[in-house]
């Protein structure tokens, strides 16, 4: 490789550096948001892709043993063509060739022909979004101007996809490591050379002016609407599905909001709960609730489950329409390479006709059902365990304090919640790293598939954990003040304290503490300050968040109608959850890497799962209501009946959710005829284009 | 158009016609199954499609006041290539031109450019199945031999297909009829000829010799299998798809049946049942069941729930390697033309460009919701409402005979059941012609969508009818010793009922009343033998087929428990059904038309949804079954604690059922992977031809 890459632009970008990196120390401070083309970067191949400025799109940061003769090699990789075993890029060493960063471009030839491969959906000639295409870039809109053409995510995300994908065209040396790190034809060399500990870390750049501009629209203002096409340019289309779709659901809170007020007005019911659950004091538990409370209780029921369907069918059709919109409908992932990760016989894959790994589908199936499957049960079962050590702790200590009432006693009250806190933490951490490596053994072959089945497995234990304590108490307490009164606790203090852990502590540490270490002066150079990003704490991911979402709704269809007001509090909480996840992702973050997404994955599903469990709880707790079971005494039912009675009309709302859920198109009319389109020309295409050898 | 029509191949076989109808008289008697191409046949405007003989394909049925002008003009209709609004067909007049058949075939390149219209996949050179291009026929294998390269039923249906197609190019008067019969621009011609009573019936014609053959292969021998590719050559994929799942079911029997008899052999109960139910004397209903028949029970039932999953599941596999081996796979209906019947505002389809008839999605949602769905529910809660009038007035009738006791009583005993069959009849009638005009309503586009509307109407219907006595017995009454005996002697009774009205009544009125009518010597003319055919029965689909199947797999999944030789009867009854089928439709019908299929269309939903209600009622009738109820009472558990537990089983075992169904892969591995491929290399194909306009 070091000798089949010493040609054309890797090498002239390389050979020359020490002279380059003289003249760039010159205008070192002259580095603004672009860098001059000429010196110190790598020489671009293709003449077309030759442009007078340079964007700074990611940073690598190298180990601090790295060898100046490691760097230049690592430069010229980076910069040599892909035919070369290259990644095509443009590569910078900074400020010069023994610092510890590298800074990385893209040329235009390569950015168009990731895009192609990426299957990123772009404006035709004709005004229609079509699958990009190489060759035919010059019907495609802004396609000379790449800054207009793909959003600064998608070149970010183009520049680690390329890196990501060098591979060894040969065995070879790594110059300036030892022998041991030798690389292995085909081996990946981006994860070699991180567990070399010669990359410590790749990270997007931020662009200050556009951040600036961004937040302005976003957070700043008073402004009722987000400026998603703006967040899906600046942060990806992963980051903008996770803000639409709260958007979204805040605004579909409105309803349920409204309902839940109209309910508690005419209840009166509504305050004194609330203030008891709140001030935390004993609730003086009327059984006999009030007549109309009841009423409501049933309308709250039934109203969350239409509620549910209708919001989730209505967002699928809004997502497919924002994946139209960003031309992320049509994402040809597996037709791509596999992830860097993805291990099998080397072979040629029947699709493509290309040459990589494989790996059988039914082995990975076999893989999931006897061994994930297992595991995540034996999980599940070990916080089941947990709640039944904790009630029953819970028992033994309560009654030792009956027996014995002195001070100890007293705070031995407060173990086995201690305990059992500890201990689901700890389960927690454990869990977290057994799905990471159950995953990676299932071997999947694209990056998404990856993602998606670990966030399933980490979602269903976060969710277990969080719900466990709500099921119990509904289902085998049977204890509806209780649920009532916890769901409020719940609500209240757990959305206080997410608020303050996830903006509040960061920004008070990013504040007084990380940025007196960070302030950047006008004369600092380029450089430092792209090192200074690195002192921002790594973005933790959209998983947090989406769980936070998930444990709202599930509060809401599951549980709602116990508490009304569960709705209008979710309502005021999402209304500032915008802003400060907002406040956050821009500024107390290092940018993230965001490949473009065509929806929420796993999450839609597992919001669309809750949304048939709800069905099965609100039957559950409207039969519980007292009021109803008093009715069905006074009208001689007995409890079988009864119980029949709800086991039928809850198969009947099911089965009414189906329907509508099969009514409701998942897309938009105009996105579905979008479609047929694009299908109908690559079918008349495939047929034009059988018969080119022929002509040809 | 008869201007328009006036050159070219058309206007020469028609202007001819006369003289060369005396030189066909000459050779009357040489037709045999392939007509000479010259005397009689309009000519064909391309060379390649000339050839020595042609295969005389469909009959057109004229009425007998239709002039020859009129029959000339058809024929000339029929001949005339597309580009002058003609089918580009073959026609030839029958034995002179006043006779009342239209003999049609089809050159070469209608049958071709019709297979490409219709998205069928033929064998490409390298051996996989590609869907069929036109301009790249020579790469397909076979492509000059039509009768190899598409199947008897594809070329016959693609004749009709055309016939179907025919459209007015502008306002013209049909010849011998009156200017009320004034063709609009754009109407339907065959319609128009239909209504007129021009065009009296059109029918495929049977191939003696291919019939022979098949008569051989599929129930004259002991063979096992069916030659299902045979059929599916000679009957069209719709057919063969209902003798795979017929097979394919058959053989899924064993299991259960095996398990059934291993049951029943151990309890020693089940002969005892079966003597009595079919002698149909009062059972001695033993409460307290022994205790291995509960076991047995309950061993029925987690099975049958299982099973039906499993099969289901491969039956799709089965289904979907099928189509792909009969160049299903990807039909192009909805890029084709309309279905004759659709109409709409004309415009430009956004999807394939051509000027047709539009009808907006959301109209016909709406008429399906609000109007499909209300008379349908409304023709529901008649058969209900029946129901309830016959347990009603069979209550009357008793106490009446009660108490007067006489022989008028006595016959009065039998009104409310002879009622009750008359209105059932009376109404599934009537609720026909309703499916029919509803699904006519809706406006399909396709006629596939069309027929899977109007199958879905009188499926949910003749469903209901046949299992609400039995749901009404398991449900309300739960009754479990009357539900069995009632089991049996449907299974057995109905099972009589049906092979005979299906089989041996129509194989009698053939054999002994219409046979005498047709005998045919040799010496006959050809036309008189095509003539022939027409006086056999219009084969009257497989709905009747399927339901029946349904109907049977109902009783199997849903209460087989209660009976466990259900599945042993059925499989009896199936293994005679394929061959009592396969004479059936070989020798007592007319030859249907047939249009390529995929899959089973709404019978695999339909089998679907069985299958999960099947979950709901196995756990249902466990519940009844009086010996858990004994055991429950012995484990102190209340009767609503027992449902309780039923219910929470029920929903573990839905789930269950649901992961399994999504673990099993819809399709074979393989199948998967030539479909991507499909996928990948239309997507490239979009991309090269994109760059073809600049090139060219």
Redesign the interface.
């Known amino acids: 490789m070091s000798k089949a890459g010493a040609d054309e632009g890797g090498a002239g970008g390389c050979g020359d550096s020490a002279r380059q990196l003289e003249a760039k120390d010159e205008k070192g401070g002259t580095l603004l948001s672009k860098l001059p083309a000429g010196p110190g970067w790598t020489k671009v191949s293709c003449p077309c892709c030759f442009s007078e400025r340079v964007e700074p799109l990611v940073v690598v940061k190298l180990g601090g043993k790295v060898g100046p003769e490691t760097k230049r090699w690592l430069i010229k990789m980076i910069g040599a063509p892909q035919k070369d075993g290259g990644a095509a890029l443009l590569a910078h060493p900074g400020e010069d060739a023994s610092g510890d960063i590298i800074v990385v471009s893209a040329p235009r030839c390569t950015l168009l022909r990731a895009a192609?491969e990426l299957g990123l959906c772009k404006t035709y000639r004709s005004g229609d979004m079509e699958?990009f295409?190489?060759?035919?870039r010059?019907?495609f809109k802004d396609s000379d101007n790449m800054e207009a053409f793909l959003t600064l995510a998608e070149r970010q995300y183009i520049v680690k996809y390329e890196l990501d994908g060098l591979r060894a065209q040969k065995d070879l040396r790594i110059p300036g490591l030892p022998e041991s790190r030798m690389l292995q034809k085909r081996d990946n060399i981006w994860q070699k050379l991180s567990s070399a500990g010669v990359v410590v870390d790749t990270f997007p750049l931020h662009n200050r002016k556009k951040l600036k501009d961004l937040g302005e629209a976003w957070y700043s203002g008073n402004q009722l609407a987000q400026p998603l096409d703006s967040v899906n340019d600046y942060f990806g289309s992963a980051v903008a599905f996770y803000f639409s779709f709260l958007d979204f659901y805040t605004w579909s809170l409105l309803t349920p909001a409204i309902l839940g007020l109209t309910i508690s007005y005419f209840s009166g019911e509504a305050q004194k709960e609330m203030v008891d659950s709140v001030s935390g004091s004993k609730v003086i538990i009327n059984d006999d609730d009030s007549g109309p409370m009841i009423s409501g209780h049933m309308l709250q029921a039934m109203f969350s489950m239409i509620w549910s369907t209708v919001f989730m069918e209505l967002w699928k059709r809004r997502s497919s329409s924002l994946s139209y919109r960003w031309g992320t409908m049509n994402l040809?992932e597996?037709?791509a390479e596999p992830r860097p990760n993805f291990h099998g016989d080397l072979g040629v894959n029947?699709?493509?006709g290309r040459m990589e790994p494989l790996f059988?589908?039914?082995k990975r199936?076999l893989r999931m059902?006897l061994v994930s499957v297992p595991v995540v049960g034996l999980f599940l079962g070990l916080v089941v365990l947990g709640m039944m050590c904790f009630y029953w702790g819970e028992a033994q200590v309560k009654q030792l304090h009956k027996d014995w009432d002195s001070l100890l006693s007293q705070a031995l009250l407060y173990i086995p919640s201690v305990l059992h806190i500890v201990y689901t933490n700890m389960l927690g951490n454990v869990y977290r790293n057994v799905a990471q490596s159950l995953t990676e053994y299932e071997n999947h072959r694209e990056e998404s598939a990856f993602e998606n089945h670990l966030t399933a497995k980490i979602l269903v234990f976060t969710f277990f954990n969080n719900f466990a304590v709500l099921f119990h108490i509904a289902f085998f307490k049977q204890d509806v003040p209780l649920l009532r009164k916890r769901l409020a606790s719940l609500l209240i203090v757990s959305q206080l304290v997410n608020q303050v852990t996830e903006v509040v502590i960061p920004f008070l540490v990013d504040r007084f503490i990380s940025a007196p270490h960070r302030t950047e002066s006008e004369d600092d150079p380029q450089e430092d300050k792209f090192r200074n990003q690195r002192t921002l704490p790594v973005f933790p991911g959209l998983f947090a968040e989406y769980i936070e979402l998930l444990v709202q709704f599930g509060y809401l269809s599951l549980f709602s109608c116990v508490y009304p007001l569960t709705a209008v509090l979710l309502l005021i909480n999402n209304i500032t959850e915008i802003r400060s996840d907002a406040y956050k992702i821009c500024n107390l973050f290092r940018k993230p890497f965001s490949p473009p997404v065509a929806n929420m994955g796993v999450w839609q599903v597992a919001f669309e799962v809750l949304s048939f469990v709800s069905v099965?709880s609100n039957c559950w707790l409207l039969l519980l209501s007292p009021r109803l079971q008093e009715l069905c005494r006074e009208g001689g039912l007995t409890?079988?009946n009864v119980?029949?009675l709800a086991?039928l009309g809850e198969?009947v709302l099911i089965l009414i959710k189906f329907i509508m859920a099969a009514?409701i198109?998942d897309e938009p009319?105009w996105i579905?005829?979008k479609r047929?389109?694009m299908e109908?020309?690559?079918?008349?295409?495939?047929?034009?284009?059988?018969?080119?050898p022929?002509v040809s």
């Open positions: 192609e699958a295409s190489y060759n035919d010059d019907n040809a597996r037709f029947p699709v493509t059988p589908e039914w199936d059902v099965i409890s079988t119980l029949l086991v198969h009514l198109p009319d579905r005829k047929e389109q109908y020309t690559s079918m008349q295409a495939l047929k034009e284009q059988k018969l080119q022929e």
